[in-house]
Structures are given as C-alpha cells and as structure tokens.
C-alpha cells in the first residue's frame, strides 16, 4: 500500500526554520513527482513546492527565496528547508506524490495521486 509520511513540524518563531519531511512507503520502483502544499484555517490549499524525480523544481512566489525543496530518489524522500518563517506560514502542510509506480509482488500498478496527512506549522512569538 502506497503512503506519504510528513514529519518535522512544530511550533516556531517568525524568523525561525523547520525541516520537513516526507517518505513515501510501500514498494516504489518511480514517481514522477513529490510536493508540498500547505492549508491554512479558513483558506483552500495552495500548493508551495514542487519537484520531478529529475530534480525541477517550482515554488510558490510567496516562498520563492526563504523555501528550499529537495529530494533523495533512493529514499523515496523529499525535504522542505523552510527559513525566514513568518506568521504567514502557519499551515497544515501535506506532502503529495503523483503517478507513483509501485509493486505487488506480482505486478506493477500506478497511481496518480497521493497525500500524506498533513503536518502542521505554527509561527508564533
């Protein structure tokens, strides 16, 4: 079964930097793409980093210079260096992986979509 673990977040204050991870589990042979978005109370989700397993990247402007997103294929993990935080920030963060191949032990299937369940970050003096 395919799954997305986020950890790292926590509380921190403006100015601060956390590290985010996320490992995707459950007998990856590829994946196309990994990312991060971020909802904060009362608004939609909005996506923040992006990057392909060629190493591509794209940013949110709103992060572009403070965020840093960056991957270990061979892990199956992504990172989010996060600097400069501001209160702004303050989100559930969720980690997403996209056409993601994986084995059965007796096939290989693909899906195209998953999410992790969210980590949070608060930025707060």
């Known amino acids: 079964q395919v799954q997305l673990e986020e950890s790292g977040g926590g509380l921190v204050q403006p100015g601060g930097s956390l590290r985010l991870s996320c490992v995707l589990s459950g007998n990856i042979v590829s994946w196309n793409a990994m990312g991060w978005y971020r909802q904060a109370a009362g608004k939609t989700r909005e996506q923040v980093a992006g990057i392909t397993s060629g190493g591509s990247t794209i940013y949110a402007d709103s992060v572009k210079g403070r965020f840093t997103i960056s991957g270990d294929n061979a892990k199956n993990t992504i990172y989010l260096q996060m600097n400069r935080l501001s209160p702004e920030d303050t989100a559930v963060y969720y980690c997403?992986?996209?056409?993601?191949?994986?084995?059965?032990?007796?096939?290989?299937?693909?899906?195209?979509?998953?999410w992790g369940k969210g980590t949070p970050v608060t930025v707060s003096s």
């Open positions: 997403t992986a996209v056409r993601v191949t994986y084995s059965t032990g007796q096939e290989l299937l693909q899906g195209m979509e998953y």
